[in-house]
């Protein structure tokens, strides 16, 4: 059974998959039994999982969410890594509510910010990521889960911020998070942003980016919401190199770390008690934001 980490979610383990797999995809259903992943998160799954020679995983959505899931893949061939890749859709059955899908295995390790050995050499790899995918043509794409201004923000933010007086400076925190509210907003059309370029979502081999997975809130919106990265994934030497790869202005470097900052402040009270990783990860983005704040000048 995995975890939950919300009230609304829906319960989903192996048997319930190894159902859905039996009534939808029998071909699969006599291998190995499979491992259940949240929504579109690669976990390890037997190496007999296999379609087209390809190992595959599958996604059940814990929760009801946007259309981002059905984008996943779409814009892989202009990336210069590989991104998961729709092998079939499953439809709703044996009691799941929502659409689910298998996706073609990536390999890789999600990295451990604090033990990168290249450091410098993954803030490039993942700023050439980021730049050929906010270069995909637009037209007509969806406004991403992360897509909205800070401004929208404030309110849900600033409540975190009063949750969390006395476990952090909150102080220092607000004011960052006001400087990154009021900068101004990106001038031009919306990019294709991921939204969330965390470590559980991307895989390294060997040290450099080898996949990005959970394309759940994938849209359009200001592409400062990747420019998160930095501070959630990446060690304080390397952000200048993931900034001049980026050629990122003043601005949206800003707001960037308004981004990071937020996610991560909104993070804690929420997953406080259902996911410690995740909870190291935003206590680690808040440092890392206080210290470049507190350097800056």
Known sequence: MVPKMHDDEVETDAALVRRLLAGQFPAWAALPSPRCLGRNRQRPLPAGL?????????????????????????????????????????????????????????????????????????ARDLAGFVAALHRIDPSDGPLGRRGEPLADRHDRTTASLDALVGVIDTDTAAVIWRQARDTPIWPGQGVWIHGDLSPGNVLLVEGRLAGVIDFGGIGLGDPAADMSA??????????????????VDDDTWARGRGWALSVAVNQIPYYRDTNPSLMANSRYVINEVLHDYATAG
């Open 50 to 122: 296999r379609h087209g020679g390809a190992t595959a995983a599958h996604s059940l959505g814990r929760r009801r969410r946007g259309p981002g899931a059905a984008l996943v893949g779409a814009p892989g061939p202009h990336l210069p890594v590989p991104i998961p890749t729709p092998l079939g859709q499953g439809v709703p059955g044996e009691g799941y509510p929502w659409p689910w899908s298998v996706y073609r295995w990536l390999p890789g390790d999600n990295p451990v910010v604090g033990h990168i050995a290249d450091a410098g050499g993954l």
């Open 230 to 247: 930095a501070w959630n994934l990446l060690p304080r030497e390397a952000r200048p190199v993931f900034r001049r790869t980026l050629a």
